[in-house]
């Protein structure tokens, strides 16, 4: 019998380090950050990427834009924490690191029943319905008591059965590594279904639904088995979140934690897979550390993601894959001076923008703690109107040459741009 000719297909190289350095990152991480509260913030950002990138499997992949995704979290995360109290009274089986396989499921099945109505519309119908399967499932939090704990919700304790290796899962860090093994595991799933034949088909049905009937596919069958994947991924988000917290509440589930994985999902960019994780890590900062500096934190994450939907509605992956698309075309030597001449006037205009709010809150609604604050480490009179003429001096000097600036940086910008889009093309030729 003939033997065809023998073919060698080589390693993807760069995928292997790809991956290999995340892995890598999520090791080492928490020997970088080593203090109790950082582990906790890396403990926190890792279930929200889950999130986030289950999230982008509706907006980005499927084009579905959705206002109850916490629905499926918020499900998966009550079934955990009530597998966790069964199992520390010694009914059930399952050992804590399979409790978030126990919200993957739920949600899945959430996702199957939700999703059955839900698909059946696409585009802003699918997002008003979405919106009300939110309101619906929060309602019922508070009306049934015994299952979701009324507004105190339920707690539980994660500590349970014989330690094995030392692991007990009481440290916080135990319970880093434990979310970090899911978001490696969850994050390749989800990357591997991103190219498989229905990822692709879903990304058909995202940009053209009509021509994708057409040659033969259901796009509402489409939506549907994105959406319960999608929702899968969700719960198990939402058990990490119960074992990482060891209690959940109607919050988990509300209408604020929907739209704020959609802020994180879209200001990473959620037209890059690894967009949402960065999204994720900068949303945890901003709603996390920023309440810590300063009351307005709500109008700069506000006016933040105004501006990123403005002018940059790739998001900061975008941004990102832009700058690292010029450097190896070798171009970026001709951008940087133009981008430094245009951030310097910005990070002043930028400066005195902050001061007049700081001072403003200051006197109007944390005057009782004095007029003095800090402002970028300096003392700060915020009745004193030397404070506030620099302030507006800043401002308006900074905007003025921002303006300035900012055509002849568009001009190189977008002249760069184009030679690599030319040189990428005539490399493909």
Sequence with gaps: MPVGPLRYSPLNLSRWLVWSSFALALIIAPLVFSSGSSVSLLSLMGTVMIFALSYNMLLGQSGMLSFGHAVYSGLGAFFAIHAINLASHGVGLVPLTLVPLVGG????????????????????AFSMITMGIVELVFACSLMFPGFFGGEGGISG????????????????????????FWLF????????????????????????????????????????????LSAFFAGISGGLTAINFEIVSAENESAARSGAVLLFAFI????VFFGPMLGAVIGVLLTVMLPELTKAWL??????????????????????????????????PRVLPAMLRLAAPLLIALAGFIMLIEMTYRLSLDAAHGTSLHVFGISVEATAAPAWLCAIVMLLIGGIFFLKCRKPFLNVWGDAQAETERALRGGRR
């Excluded at 996702?111 to 839900?118: D, E, I, K």
């Excluded at 304790?157 to 970090?180: D, E, K, M, T």
């Excluded at 498989?196 to 939506?223: C, K, M, S």
């Design 105 to 124: 499921i739920a949600g899945l099945l959430f996702g199957a029943l939700f999703g059955y109505v839900t698909t059946r519309r696409a585009g802003t």
């Design 157 to 180: 304790n994660r500590v349970y059965g014989q330690p094995v290796l030392g692991i007990s899962f009481g440290p916080q860090i135990h319970v880093y590594y434990l979310i970090a």
């Design 185 to 228: 595991i969850s994050t390749i799933a989800m990357f591997a279904l991103a190219h498989t034949p229905l990822g692709r088909i879903a990304n058909a049905v995202r940009d053209n639904p009509e021509r994708a009937e057409f040659v033969g596919y259901d796009p509402q069958r489409v939506r549907f088995l994105m959406l319960m």
């Design 268 to 271: 990473g960019g959620t037209g």
């Design 299 to 332: 109008l700069y994450l506000g006016l933040f993601f105004i501006m990123m939907v403005m002018y940059a509605p790739g998001g900061l992956a975008s941004l990102i894959l832009m700058n690292v698309r010029l450097a190896s075309a070798g171009l970026m």
